[in-house]
């Protein structure tokens, strides 16, 4: 063999090694998907807060990763044998699951509302379970449930939660008297009452403006039998729930400040955004996937603001 070509086999073959030594490596970034401490009871809880617990053991469900929404917002992607705990308000919240999948709809995953009632100072537990057509239910489980399945899990800390721990929670005020009732209730269209996507006071219409004028001469002449008024604005489900909150509480306060210029006392009306809660029509996306227009026509009902009086009938 000559000198050169002994050269050159030996390059090559130096080369060979280089190259599967190096592809031998570990990666640069390395993720922890679960955590190594187990899980612990809380030995006190925040004012006015629940602790849950949200728990994926190995055997209630099947398939990839499931992504846990509070009110729409994604807190923790759950894999078989993993569990999530957090804080959160002590009301009536939101709660669902889906399956992570390539083509994700978040928009449906806010509307897949599954309503679960958080008692304060207690810890509640929700197991991920399979359910019909491959969907994904939230079932409460008791403390002696969940103990049993605790120990076996890791802590779930792949992702990053979009949901708000630290929140302040305020004492919920109903804008229902205990001891009243429902007088009468208007519903106004918001199509009807402001230019499209609008809230604000120069962006009602003729129409919006007759009408609430036509409701403060009602309130007007019921002074004595009305004890308040509530005025609450509603979205559809488009958008973010934060987004469509704020319009919903933006065009509930303009109607109020056109009743009081209309003559309605200003003291006795109470103001709510509730955004996309309460949906008059709720499977507008299902049934017209792929027609904007079509869902747009269906949301309509949705999209309102409700002025409701109370007071006390007579007999």
């Keep these: 063999m000559s000198i050169k070509r002994l050269i050159l086999v030996v390059g090559c073959s130096l080369f060979w090694i280089g190259c599967s030594t ?6 640069f970034e390395h993720w922890n998907q679960f955590g190594s401490k ?9 004012e006015r807060h629940t602790q849950v617990v949200f728990i994926r053991d190995k055997d209630g469900l099947k398939g990839p990763a499931a992504n ?26 939101h709660i669902n699951a889906i399956y992570t999948q390539s083509a994700f709809n978040y928009a449906n995953a806010r ?3 599954s309503t679960q009632s958080l008692t304060e100072g207690t ?9 019909n057509n491959q969907a994904i239910q939230v079932q409460e489980l008791t403390e002696t449930q969940a103990q049993a399945l605790l120990p076996d899990l890791k802590e779930a800390v792949a992702t990053k939660s979009r949901v708000k721990e630290n929140e302040e929670c305020t004492q919920p005020v109903s804008v229902q008297a205990p001891a009243k009732t429902v007088l009468k209730k208007y519903t106004l269209q918001a199509s009807t009452l402001f230019n499209y996507a609008k809230s604000g006071p120069n962006d009602l219409t003729a129409q919006g403006r007759k009408d609430v ?4 001469s009602e309130i007007n002449q019921d002074q004595e039998a009305i004890s308040h008024v509530a005025v ?7 958008g ?22 209309n003559g309605a006392m200003k003291k006795n009306i109470l103001v709510e955004g509730r955004g996309e809660q309460e949906l008059v029509v709720s499977d507008c996306d299902q049934k017209y996937a792929n027609d904007k227009a079509a869902r747009e026509q269906c949301d309509l009902p949705n999209r309102r603001v409700e002025i409701v009086t109370y007071g006390m009938k007579a007999e």
């Excluded at 004028?213 to 403060?216: F, S, V």
């Design 38 to 46: 187990p899980y612990l009871q809380l030995k006190s809880i925040k």
């Design 123 to 131: 810890t509640q537990y929700f197991r991920l379970v399979g359910g």
């Design 232 to 238: 609450i604005g509603y979205t559809d489900p488009v």
């Design 213 to 216: 004028a036509e409701i403060a």
């Design 111 to 113: 509307r897949l509302n």
């Design 68 to 93: 846990v929404f509070i009110e729409g917002h994604y807190l923790t992607s759950l894999l078989p044998g993993s569990f999530k705990a957090l804080q959160l308000c002590s009301r009536p919240t």
């Design 22 to 27: 190096a592809n031998n490596k570990p990666p």
């Design 240 to 261: 973010s729930d934060n987004s469509n909150q704020q319009l919903a509480q933006r065009r509930a306060e303009t109607v109020r400040a056109l009743l009081v210029q």
